[in-house]
């Protein structure tokens, strides 16, 4: 168990609906990160946040925004759903931003299954 | 801008086989570099790390070394078991822009039969 945790496991809706997903980061950490994980494109960095602070933007869909709330938990908020964006969404967290030398470790949470019929 | 390719799989072994997969990276400056693992039903979990050339990152029994003239970072071990089948992540970090960035290979998935 990483400590992070993303609710729901699984989503199931229909293609131009909105759906948001849930983070929670482990005890202390700072940042949450957001990917997306699908068979063609593997694993894609989306977005990042640090203490409530956009940090770093990858390839993240103008359909598709994030915010980290005071309590520092996170949600990502998919719309305009399109086939393509089923797929496993992943949080992570880490202790700090990733600015010093060293590595921040990120942990991953289970992951959110989404499914656009 | 940086990148990560690795062996395509799957790989299937047998228990105690000695495993290889594969990782070339291409990075401006110096990355750290890191084989993440997912096993079935689960996020991903750092495996090992290496931060700068010569390094060897090992754990479980895994290990890789990072191999700046041949831009390599090629993830072994000597006798698989069953339950190291999972899906293993090749990845590099950089500071992008200042602030971290985590560029992951497409993944391997490695399948141990008994």
């Known amino acids: 168990d990483s400590g992070v945790t993303q609710t729901p496991k699984h989503l199931i809706t229909a293609t131009g609906q909105r759906v948001t997903l849930r983070c929670s980061p482990r005890s202390g950490d700072l940042s949450v990160y957001w990917y997306q994980q699908s068979l063609d494109q593997g694993l894609q960095f989306l977005i990042q946040y640090y203490n409530g602070e956009e940090r770093a933007k990858g390839n993240i869909l103008e359909r598709f925004s994030a915010q980290q709330f005071p309590d520092l938990h996170s949600e990502l908020n998919l719309s305009s759903l399109e086939l393509g964006d089923s797929a496993l969404y992943f949080c992570a967290s880490s202790e700090g931003e990733g600015q010093a030398s060293s590595y921040n470790e990120q942990f991953f949470g289970p992951g959110t299954r989404l499914t656009v019929l | 801008g940086n990148s990560v390719t690795q062996m395509e799989g799957p790989v299937t072994l047998s228990e105690e086989a000695f495993l290889t997969i594969n990782c070339t990276y291409t990075a401006t400056g110096y990355p750290s570099l890191f084989w993440y693992v997912q096993y079935p039903g689960e996020g991903l979990q750092l495996l090992l790390k290496a931060t700068k050339a010569d390094d060897k990152g090992s754990n479980k029994g895994f290990e890789a070394t990072y191999r700046k003239e041949t831009t390599s970072f090629h993830l072994e071990k000597g006798s698989v078991q069953v339950s190291d089948s999972a899906v293993y992540f090749c990845?590099?970090?950089?500071?992008?822009?200042?602030?971290?960035?985590?560029?992951f290979g497409t993944g391997t998935k490695l399948q141990v039969i008994p």
């Open positions: 990845a590099l970090s950089d500071r992008s822009g200042g602030y971290q960035k985590v560029t």
